[in-house]
Every structure is written in structure tokens, then in C-alpha cells.
């Protein structure tokens, strides 16, 4: 019997299923990633008044955002801004507008040309008005970095006027050549302004009083100059002119003295030389002029490629100087034709660095300047760097008479399978350029203390930070006799295990401070037994990492009177947070904010206590909030990717577990949305090292460069783990079954996991424990291995050919961690190479491998296909051409992206497989058609 509803009950039945609708959240798809933003350039002003950053898509137009610190909500929107700064007068924020992008591609399909595209202006933001004022067509643009309120800009070239067919051809006049443009210089307010026609280069000096610029040649050499502009008075004085080129040109840091280098020699000149120029600014008048025959360096020369500093007091001037170009008969012979010329790499056993490494080097070796000092006063040069001890260690301001200086060439030899090589230190003076030997093989990078009272330097051999007295001349062991180990205490690979880190010196060279794994001491080198812990071992006891935050970026050394803010994280909850310390350490750290979030970038203002921190968890993007030195109040100013709040998006969970080894470790275990552990899931496993700390980072949806998108497998109801791996010393491929295995039956105890819908996927040393683990278990479906190492044997003896290394050192001592040679342990190459136990792989295999590779030997990936090819077991191998490592080329991620989801759909939940699985993709398909069509 039918029965009849009243009609009211029909539409609220009606109305409540279109809610229930609406409130649906979807999975992610590829095509959410290009929308997807993130938050950039967060800047505030000196004052703390004014906060501003940079909102991108992934692909897309970027807006900027502008606003009060005290009103975050009514902000000043700039679309397409990019590339902001505030001026040095807190008043104004100036940055450029990019072409809408959309706009672009189109004209690009069109096939413009690149002068017929459009083009980026400028604005100029008035803070305390609002007022906004654009400027078209902008190439570059520059604000004084300390003081002023100026701005140059400098325009891209006018667009060519159209001809008018009536005129005749006679009476149009030729344009003339030159590289120059319009280039406007005017104070921020409009009020000021000169231009320039035909500028190449244009700089302010860093305290805003002058401004120095280039013109460029017109048809001939005859009209390019250098000028200054006299920014208080207007005036512009040339300083030189008819010159090819002009460079390192340099303000001393009181704007008294202009410096740079100069040529008249044609540009196609093989051997230039060049000419270093003094002029003083105040005088308008050239003071110095130093020539080749003028410098120390035997066959010397002043460098072009090179660069010039001053001192703070500007009592000296530092600048590069080279060898003599060298003659060789068989370049300069013009009797031989290009195609007749050899060209051929020689490989010598003596050579301090093998032949890729020198092609690698080339343009540096070729330009390499050795630092001299003129003194100014006295006019006297003298060469600080020589051939035996090149490298000069200056810091950010040079106030002292002296400068560290090493050299490894005893020791070069050896850097292709050690690279913990030493260097020979020596601290130079600058009067006479002596050179006095500190130690010889000292491990690390040595620095000078802030008043030039000690080097200092970490001895991994030692596991000490040690001291040198350059008065005493004696060196100091300033962590020997404290109770605490200050290496790397969860270090596992062969190499000498690292430090902590230093965070600097207190005032007049008093103390220097370091860490240890979990807390802070002040030592002071004339009395180390005598340290302080400046968090009192509260970080050790409560398993808490603390770290001082420098608030000062422009600070030299540590004023004890400053406040001492302290991040912190707990290595077990992996909660963050901050906490306040003393310097006197007479008190234990305080906590102001401890949370189960992410916490990174605070930026306090120069001039106030106001401070942006960005805050995150898995859930929650790295949006920015405002607060102040006490933290007790956050307000969020940005709001990240709104639409996430209609996506799948799931929770993660920290896991812990023991290895068959019995140690205990964590992991990271993402659950879809909803998840039901009465229900089975489908679940991928990936890894590399360590990952627990990353618990309440946020992981962006974005195309794969080389490994799985997390978010988007979670959200598409998969779960992924990432167990942590702690390894043994020649046993990598073991250490790694060791640990995930065990992790993975962890996961598996909890419910959830679909036990036969399993699979792994990793990239280069995570492919590497894919192969290896694929030879030994067969408890996952599919396996993803990206750049895998599958034969050390091969590999150890390759190159590395981004940086044109032996990989000898990956394995003696880093990463590989077999920790000897190929002739000292070649078992372990073998039992750790899985290429020799393909044929127990029954597992389908998606690897990628590219031919551009420059860490990986891109054979490592074909040896792994073409043995499991010739023993018949599924497997494709996606080579991108031309890419790297891990891919760069968006196009190619976001073609990988669908590939490796099609791969792990078609394995774990039965999806159809693609084309490109059944079918393959013949070469005379390449570029015709991608074949992601799902087959039958």
C-alpha cells in the first residue's frame, strides 16, 4: 500500500541530502597541486609597525600581502606582486608586478617574440597612506640598504615604434646600438628625481648617500662612462669613462672612497688588462690608481674576476689579484684548423684532482684571485693569499689587522675518498702579510673569534671544540673535561661524527658558546673545566633539544644583557615550542610556548619586540602569526589554501617499535580521513633514514620529483608509514630489513592494513633498500625504486658527475656506510649489492632513472631493468631525458605523479593498468601520445 507524505516533509528530506552532499569532502587529484600555495618572503619592519609576504601557487600568479601589525586583518593586496622589500625608512614597500601568466603562455603559443611579451612593472607602496603607485615596464629595481629613502629604477628597452609606410626610407634615421637603458632615480615620495638615458649597472652605496651608474657604449666606446650621483645635492660627477668594462665596483662602508676595476681592452681579448681605481667620493677625484707592475704577485696581475672589500674604519682596501696569463705554443698556433685541434682529458695519478673535478672547476681555476691589501694611508700594497696559502677566511666585517688563512693541498690528493680531509691553518697579517702556522691537518672549517682573540675550530678526530690563543699563541681543548659527549651522538655511518654547532662569541671574546645534543654552555677558553650550562642540563633530563634564536642577524658578537630565547623540541613527544634562559645560567629555562606543532622562522623586528614565527602541524599549513618576545599571544595573519578544508586530508600518528636488533624506534603512520580500523587498507611503505622529527611538519600536495606525495596517497585512502632506520656499519642493506620489516608488523599489530596490498617505494638511497629489500622479502605487491645503487661494485668506482667526485667516498665513509675499500672488504660489496640476487625478486618494479643524473651512475638503474628483464619479472624503467636526480622540469613531475599512481593502483587496488604498462611507449611514439588510457 502506497503511502503519502506531506509535501513539507519531502523537501526537508530533499534539502538535508543536498547538505549532506555539499559536506562531502573529496580526494585530492593531480590537478589540485597547481592551485596549491605556500607563504614566502615573510619580511617585518625595523619599527615592527609593518609585516608583508608572498603568496604563490604552484603554478600561477602570486599576490602579496601587506598590512598593520596591529590590524593583520585589513591588508593591502598586490596581484602578482612579487619580489617585495620594505625601504630602509620603514615607510614604503616597493617590489615588482609580473605579467599575468596566462596572458603570457597564450602570446607564447602565438609564438612572440620575447621583446613583444609583456613585461614587469614596479609599485610603490606608501605604508602609512596606502597610496599605491605603478610603474610600467621595470627590468630592475634598488632601495639603500641601511638608510635613505630612495629608489632607482631601471626600464627595459622602449618597444620599437611601428614604421608609418608613408614615410620615406631615406629620412628614418638608424637606431644606435648600445646595451643601456632608461634608468630613474628619485626619492621615494616623488619629490626628487633625476634620469639617465643608456644605463647599464646602477648601485646605491649601502648608507644611501650616493649612487654610482654605467653608461653603456653608444656604436662606440667613446660615451660609456661611470658617474656617482650626489644623492643629498643632485649632482652627478663622472668618475671614468671609455672603458670596455667596469667591475667590483664598491662603496667603502662610510661612502668616502668608490673602488673598482676597469678595461679598455676590447671584449673579444683573450688576455685583458685590467686596472684598479681608487676615487674619492668627497673630493671628486681619482686618489689611486694601481696598475700590474704595482702588485706583489710574481707575474701577477689585478684580477677581473675578482672582488673588493673595505675595511670598517676604511683605513684598507682589499682587492684580487691573479697569475700572468700563461702562452702556450699549441693554443696560439694559427697554422691549425679547429678541426684538426686534439681534444682529449688525461688522467694522472698524481694529480691532486681527478679530471671531471677539474672540468668541474675549470671557470674557477681559470679566474682564481689571490686577496691583497692596499693600505690607504700609506699606499703600500702587500699579497695577504699566495699559490701555497690561498684561501683567506674573511668575516662579514673586516675590523681587525689579521685574517685566518688555510690551505689543503697537502691533502687534496686524498679528498676522492676521504672528505674529512685537513687543511693547514695559519693566521695572516694584514701590515706585513706574514703568515703564522696555528696548527697543520686541522680537521673542519676554523673561524675567528669576534675580537680576533682565538681561532676556533670542531676536531672530529678528537670530538673536542678546541681553541687557539693567537697572543699565548696556545691551543685550548674547551670541551675535553665537561661531562658531556659534544659529537653527534646518534651518528651512524663510517665518517668521523659531527658537532652540534656553536652559536657564537659574548662580548670582548669573553666566552663562546656551544651546544651538545640537548643543552647550551658558555666556556670560557681561559678556564674551560669551569663552563657553564646555560640550560642546567634541562634539556638532557627532559629529553628537550634546545637551541638559542638569534635575534639580531646583524649581531657579531653576544650582548649578555640580551634576552635569551630558546626553541625547543622534544625528541620523544616531538612537541615544539619556545622557552626564555639567562646568560648568567643561574637559572633554569623557562617555558613561554610548548605545543604539538611545528614552529620555524621566527623573525623578530630590529627595533621592537614584535616577532613572526610560522606554525604547522600534518593538518594545519605553515601559515604566519604575530606576536612579541613573551609569545603568550599568536594571531594567525595568513590563511593558506582554504580549499583543503573540502579535501580528504587524514591524520598521522607517531609510531614506536623495536628492530630485530632490539632498539627501539619511531615512525610516522598516515591514516586516511574516517579511518576505520575494522576496514583494510591498502598501505605504502617509504623511507629514508630518519623521518619521526618531521611528525607535525606539513606536507605540501605537490607533482613528484622522485618519491610518493603523501598527501595525496592519504587522502586517496591509502596509508603510508615512514619508519625511522638506524644502521650498522657494513650492513646497509641488512640495517634496513632490520628496521622496516619490524616496523611494518608494527603497523600491521594496530589493524587497518590490507597485508596483501602492501608496497614500498624510495628514491637513490631509499631505491637502493627498495632493490634490496624486494631480494629478501616478498611481503609487499610493488615496489618503487628511484636512481637505485643496485651494484656497489660498479658504482664505487664511478663519478659523481655533478660535482666530478669519485663516489669512493660514499662508501668508505658516508652514506653507503660499508666503510673500507672495494679490496679491503669486497664481500661486503657484494652481500650489499642487490643486482646479484635479482632472480629472487618476485616483486613488480617501477624505477626511474634519468640520463642527466649527476649523483647517481644513471647504469645503476639500467643494470637493475635489464637483469630483471632477462629473468622475465615486471618491470618498467622511466628515464626523463636531460633531468637530474630528482626531477626539476614541472611538466616531467607531474607526468611522474600519474605514472607512479597508476603503477600503485593497479597493484594494491586493483585499478586497470595504463597503456604505457600493457603497451609500453614504442620510440616512434615518443611525443605523440603519453598513454595514460586505462586498458581494458
Known amino acids: 500500500m502506497n503511502k503519502r507524505y506531506p509535501f513539507w516533509l519531502g523537501l526537508a528530506f530533499m534539502f538535508a541530502t543536498q547538505l549532506s552532499f555539499a559536506q562531502q569532502k573529496r580526494s585530492l587529484t593531480h590537478a589540485d597541486y597547481d592551485g596549491w600555495e605556500s607563504l614566502s618572503s615573510d619580511k617585518i619592519t625595523k619599527n615592527g609597525q609593518y609585516v608583508g609576504y608572498q ?27 612579487v619580489g617585495f622589500s620594505f625601504t630602509a625608512d620603514d615607510a614604503f614597500a616597493v617590489g615588482k608586478i609580473a605579467p599575468q601568466k596566462d596572458s603570457v603562455r597564450v602570446l607564447k603559443l602565438k609564438k612572440k617574440k620575447a621583446d613583444d611579451l609583456p613585461k614587469d612593472s614596479l609599485f610603490i607602496l606608501q605604508l602609512s597612506t596606502g597610496k599605491l603607485e605603478k610603474l610600467a615596464r621595470v627590468k630592475s629595481f634598488a632601495t639603500p640598504s641601511e638608510k635613505g629613502s630612495w629608489i632607482a629604477v631601471h626600464f627595459e628597452k622602449d618597444t620599437p615604434a611601428k614604421k608609418d609606410p608613408a614615410d620615406s626610407i631615406k629620412t628614418q634615421e638608424k637606431p644606435k646600438k648600445t646595451d643601456g637603458t632608461k634608468l630613474l632615480v628619485r626619492s621615494l615620495n616623488g619629490e626628487k628625481s633625476w634620469e639617465f638615458e643608456r644605463v647599464k649597472s646602477y648601485a646605491f652605496a649601502q648608507n644611501g648617500d650616493y649612487l654610482q651608474y654605467v653608461l653603456a657604449e653608444e656604436d662606440t666606446l667613446d660615451n660609456s662612462a661611470l658617474h656617482v650621483l650626489n644623492l643629498s645635492t643632485g649632482e652627478s660627477k663622472m668618475v671614468l669613462e671609455k672603458m670596455t668594462t667596469y667591475s667590483d665596483l664598491t662603496f667603502s662602508p662610510q661612502s668616502s672612497k668608490f673602488a673598482f676595476v676597469a678595461t679598455d681592452d676590447t671584449l673579444k681579448a683573450k688576455k685583458p688588462i685590467h686596472t684598479l681605481y681608487i676615487y674619492d667620493v668627497e673630493k671628486s677625484e681619482m686618489q689611486q690608481t694601481l696598475e700590474k707592475s704595482d702588485v706583489e704577485l710574481a707575474n701577477g696581475r689585478i684580477s677581473g674576476d675578482g672582488a673588493i672589500r673595505f675595511s670598517e674604519d676604511e683605513s684598507r682596501m682589499f682587492f684580487g689579484v691573479a697569475q700572468d696569463y700563461q702562452d702556450f705554443d699549441y693554443e696560439n698556433d694559427t697554422t691549425i684548423l679547429d678541426d684538426e685541434r686534439v681534444s682529449l682529458d688525461i688522467w694522472g695519478w698524481q694529480d691532486a684532482e681527478i679530471q671531471p673535478m677539474q672540468l668541474k672547476n675549470k671557470s674557477r681555476e681559470e679566474k682564481k684571485t689571490y686577496w691583497s691589501v692596499l693600505d690607504l694611508a700609506a699606499g703600500n700594497v702587500v699579497q695577504l693569499a699566495t699559490e701555497e696559502v690561498e684561501n683567506l ?62 681561532a676556533y675550530w670542531y676536531d672530529s678526530r678528537d670530538s673536542s671544540w678546541m681553541a687557539f690563543d693567537l697572543a699565548e699563541k696556545k691551543k685550548i681543548n674547551l670541551t675535553k673535561t665537561l661531562p658531556v659527549p659534544f659529537f653527534e651522538e646518534l651518528h651512524d655511518s663510517p665518517s668521523l661524527p659531527g658537532s652540534y654547532g656553536s652559536v657564537g662569541w659574548l662580548e670582548g671574546d669573553a666566552a663562546i658558546v656551544v651546544n651538545d645534543r640537548f643543552d647550551i654552555w658558555k666556556i670560557d677558553p681561559k678556564d674551560p673545566s669551569a663552563a657553564i650550562q646555560l640550560t642546567q642540563g634541562e634539556g638532557r633530563k627532559k629529553n628537550i633539544v634546545f637551541r638559542r634564536e638569534r635575534l639580531d642577524f646583524e649581531e657579531t658578537s653576544i650582548d649578555p644583557k640580551s634576552p635569551l630565547i630558546l626553541s625547543a623540541f622534544n625528541e620523544r613527544s616531538k612537541d ?60 594567525k595573519a595568513s590563511n593558506l589554501n582554504p580549499q583543503q578544508a573540502n579535501i580528504k586530508w587524514g591524520n598521522v600518528e607517531l609510531i614506536s617499535y623495536l628492530t630485530l636488533e632490539g632498539d627501539q624506534l619511531q615512525g610516522l603512520l598516515f591514516k586516511p580521513e574516517g579511518f576505520d580500523p ?111 645503487v643496485v651494484n656497489m661494485t660498479s658504482a664505487y668506482g664511478g663519478i659523481r658527475w655533478g660535482t666530478g667526485m669519485s663516489r669512493m667516498f660514499q662508501y668508505e665513509q658516508t652514506q653507503s656506510r660499508i666503510g673500507g675499500t672495494l679490496w679491503e672488504k669486497p664481500m661486503y660489496y657484494l652481500e650489499n649489492s642487490p643486482l646479484f640476487m635479482m632472480d629472487r625478486v618476485q616483486t613488480p618494479v617501477l624505477i626511474m632513472h634519468n640520463d642527466a643524473d649527476g649523483s647517481v651512475p644513471w647504469y645503476q638503474g639500467i643494470e637493475m631493468f635489464m ?50 604498462m600493457t603497451e609500453g611507449l614504442p620510440a616512434v611514439e615518443k611525443g605523440k601520445t603519453l598513454k595514460y588510457e586505462l586498458s581494458n
Open 867 to 916: 637483469a630483471l628483464k632477462r629473468l622475465n619479472k615486471p618491470a618498467w624503467l622511466l628515464q626523463y631525458n636531460g633531468e637530474d636526480h630528482n626531477l626539476t622540469q614541472r611538466k616531467n613531475s607531474k607526468d611522474l605523479s600519474v605514472r607512479l599512481s597508476q603503477f600503485f593502483d593497479h597493484y594494491l587496488k586493483g585499478a586497470p593498468a595504463p597503456l604505457w
Open 55 to 81: 603568496i604563490s601557487p604552484q603554478d600561477g600568479d602570486s599576490r602579496l600581502e601587506i598590512f598593520s601589525f596591529s590590524r593583520p586583518t585589513q591588508k593591502t593586496v598586490i596581484s602578482r606582486g
Open 678 to 788: 575494522a576496514k583494510k587498507y591498502p598501505m605504502m611503505v617509504y623511507f629514508y633514514e630518519r623521518n619521526s622529527d618531521t611528525f607535525h611538519s606539513y606536507r605540501t600536495p605537490a607533482p613528484s620529483r622522485s618519491t610518493i606525495n603523501i598527501p595525496y596517497f592519504v587522502s586517496n585512502d591509502y596509508m603510508v608509514f615512514v619508519p625511522d632506520i638506524k644502521y650498522e656499519l657494513g650492513l646497509p642493506g641488512q640495517s634496513a630489513l632490520n628496521c622496516i620489516v619490524p616496523g611494518v608488523q608494527a603497523v600491521i599489530a594496530k589493524g587497518g592494513v590490507d597485508t596483501d596490498n602492501m608496497a614500498i617505494q624510495g628514491q637513490s638511497w631509499g631505491g637502493y633498500q627498495v632493490a634490496y629489500l624486494i631480494t629478501q622479502t616478498n611481503m609487499f605487491k610493488a615496489a618503487g625504486a628511484g636512481a637505485p
Open 576 to 635: 615544539a615550542g619556545f622557552y626564555s634562559g639567562s646568560w648568567d645560567g643561574k637559572s633554569s629555562p623557562k617555558a613561554l610556548l610548548m605545543t604539538a606543532n611545528n614552529y620555524n622562522g621566527l623573525t623578530k623586528a630590529k627595533d621592537s619586540d614584535q616577532v613572526l614565527i610560522r606554525r604547522s602541524t600534518y593538518r594545519e599549513n605553515p601559515d604566519l602569526y604575530l606576536t612579541d618576545l613573551t609569545l603568550k599571544t599568536l594571531t
Open 393 to 454: 677566511s674573511f668575516e662579514n666585517k673586516i675590523t681587525h689587522d689579521k685574517a685566518l688563512a688555510y690551505s689543503d693541498d697537502a691533502y687534496r690528493r686524498n679528498y676522492s675518498w676521504d672528505i674529512q680531509i685537513g687543511r693547514d691553518l695559519y693566521w695572516v697579517d694584514f701590515k706585513t702579510g706574514e703568515k703564522t702556522l696555528i696548527e697543520t691537518d686541522v680537521p673542519g672549517f676554523a673561524r675567528l673569534s669576534p675580537e680576533a682573540k682565538y
